[in-house]
């Protein structure tokens, strides 16, 4: 497993916990406003943390830290992701996941076993348009079934669009929002370009335009919130 990165105090990553995160390498898509870039493309050249000094740093901030996130990259795509988080459980933790949804069997377990308390699942498009945003040929089939697992509330969750201005329009986002309709929270997230964007030149939606889209879809969904708004 490539443990890229750790932040070690965050209180963004986890809705309304006080987290650190861990940045695992490699993914399975290639979403060109992506602002992880290196994890994405260049994960194999990144300097790794050994997993015991990440335990070990879990240890000795109990009374500090009330949760982990897992983000990447994709974490789903390792097998040894189980693992990684019952020794993190055993500590004591609530663990949030962020995940594209590729991987519906891994996050089903990880509920059924008790062994996730939030998913953050990203919709990177309307159904119709999901390749030519997320960069890559996918299963849209395994992509749906992980939105109707999440869907059944075993877990806590939110899923999330990072809106882009050239990528999105408002009848996209409206699509995913009648895709995802009953769903307990979605999250429109403002394009942010940083020199870690796998391309560069894109832009975020007017906040206006993101503000009428979230009355909009909150005919559909319990909870529409944007973030990275000014």
């Not at 209180?11 to 987290?19: I, R, S, T």
């Not at 008790?114 to 997320?134: F, H, N, Q, R, T």
């Amino acid at each position: 497993m490539k443990i890229c990165g750790l932040n070690k105090t965050t209180l963004l990553d986890y809705p309304g916990k006080v987290a650190a995160t861990i940045f695992l390498g490699g993914c399975n898509f290639r979403c060109p406003f992506c602002h992880n870039g290196d994890l994405v493309l260049h994960s194999k050249e990144l300097p790794y943390l050994e997993e015991e000094e990440v335990l070990s740093f879990k240890k000795k901030k109990k009374n500090v830290l009330e949760g982990v996130c897992i983000t990447g990259g994709e974490p789903t795509l390792y097998g040894e992701l189980t693992e990684l988080i019952e020794k993190i459980k055993r500590l004591g933790y609530l663990v949030k996941l962020d995940t594209n949804g590729t991987n519906p069997s891994m996050v089903k377990s990880l509920i059924t076993k008790g062994l996730i308390d939030y998913v953050a699942m990203d919709i990177k498009a309307p159904i119709s348009k999901y390749e030519k945003v997320c960069g890559v040929s996918c299963d849209m089939q395994k992509i749906q079934e992980t939105v109707e697992v999440l869907k059944k509330e075993m877990v806590n969750y939110e899923f999330r669009t990072t809106v882009v201005k050239e990528l999105h329009t408002k009848e996209d986002i409206l699509e995913i929002g009648k895709w995802i309709s009953g769903a307990k929270s979605y999250y429109l997230q403002s394009y942010q370009e940083t020199e870690k964007n796998i391309c560069q030149g894109f832009h975020a939606m007017e906040k206006e335009e993101l503000f009428a889209l979230k009355k909009e879809l909150k005919h559909n969904i319990q909870n529409v919130q944007t973030r990275g708004v000014e």
